[in-house]
């Protein structure tokens, strides 16, 4: 089972930007990949996947202002989040997935986890 690592997290002001990092294990080409956040008393919330073919999916809400993206090695995974604002407070997960293509969407992601990291902090001022 791939175990996770998150970093980069930390606080800014609205507007700023941030570069989450995960360090992987192993080699994650085998895994639908992906960051999910949580807020206190919130759902979990898909934000951004990585599937097994390289094809990205974002959700509406990060949707222009996130990139999700994989290290060559195929054992870090990235996310660089710009134009924050401070509804994207919250803890953000890196995770892996044993799910297909079309099914490795914000969606689904959350829900269908093998395994995640500990999680990072993020905090967004006004």
């Known amino acids: 089972q791939v175990q996770l690592v998150e970093s980069g997290g930390g606080s800014v002001q609205a507007g700023g930007s941030l570069r989450l990092s995960c360090a992987a294990s192993t080699n994650t080409y085998n895994y639908c990949m992906g960051w999910f956040r949580q807020a206190p008393g919130k759902e979990r919330e898909g934000v951004a996947t990585f599937a097994t073919d390289g094809s990205t999916t974002y959700a509406n809400s990060v949707k222009g202002r996130v990139t999700i993206s994989r290290g060559n090695a195929g054992n870090t995974l990235y996310l660089q989040m710009n134009s924050l604002n401070p509804e994207d407070t919250a803890m953000y997960y890196c995770?892996?997935?044993?799910?297909?293509?079309?099914?490795?969407?914000?969606?689904?992601?959350?829900?269908?986890?093998?395994?995640w990291g500990q999680g990072t902090q993020v905090t967004v001022s006004s």
């Open positions: 995770a892996a997935a044993n799910l297909g293509r079309t099914q490795c969407t914000p969606t689904y992601f959350p829900y269908n986890l093998r395994s």
